[in-house]
């Protein structure tokens, strides 16, 4: 990682009315990139080691990654990125696509002069991370994919929610974003990491539910795996036997299609986008980097 000579002022905790304690080495801070908009994010680690960027799927954040950040190894440079219309970041009106968050995060690692860095993306966040991969190769040394999103036009899981998010007015109701973090979890967490979770997804103002699903959730097909072997750089593939929405089907037809890439099928409960659920599970193959 090349040092960048104007790095962002570190702010403890993370604002706007709920204070997160700095724990485990963790900062927090902001920057304002080119694409115009202020990324929040988390930091922990080395700053002259090799870099890593975690991207949260729908309605999370940073907060996503809380339980893996303090499991790396220091001399990991960490940062887990609060994605536009998430968390404590901006919410411009527009846009929402894959194309909008992959420039996004080139115009991150631009503004704290990351020059390449490892991709971890969970859930839709994985779908942001291969676009990365495809228009930003230069910047990415591997990829990590965890319980990707596959094309869910025709997931019968996924047709309840898309009539729902799209008659969602602000303020959006607490029960329906309780229902809907509750709805992804498959193994118990802590109480308090779930009503953290909800309390960051209360964060998304109703267009942001419903731009991110329009844009990016259902904005891939089935051949959106064409293009995919174009990504050259060693992927990795987490899966988890238990996810309900994205089958392993899609899955190994993901693998197939990213050169070398490897899937590895957990049979631990691996929720679809809880990334906080399965320490030991995700430390492992985070110690494989």
Known sequence: MAAHEKRPTVEVGVGKGNTMHETNDVEFATTSVATDVTLHYAERGDREGKAIIFLHGYSDSWYSFS???????????????????????DKPECCYTPHDFATDVDAFMDALGIDIATIVGASTGAVFAQRVALS??????????????????ENEALSGLREEVRTLEDPVPPEFVREFQEGTI????????????????????????????????????????????EIDVPTLILWGERDPLFPREEQERLAAAIPGATLKVSTLKVATRRTGNDRSGLYGILKRL
Request: hydrophobic share 40%; charged share 20%; glycine share 4%.
């Open 67 to 89: 339980r893996v950040l303090p499991l790396l190894s220091p001399s990991y440079h960490a940062f887990a990125l609060t994605q536009r219309g998430h968390g404590d970041s």
């Open 136 to 153: 930003y190769p230069r910047r990415v040394c591997r990829l990590v994919l965890i319980a990707p999103q596959t094309p869910a036009h």
């Open 186 to 229: 498959h193994h118990p967490v802590p109480q308090e990491f779930l009503e953290t979770a909800i309390s960051e997804s209360l964060k998304l103002p109703a267009h942001v539910w419903r731009d991110y699903l329009d844009q990016a959730v259902l904005s891939i097909d089935r051949d959106y795996v064409v293009e995919l072997g």
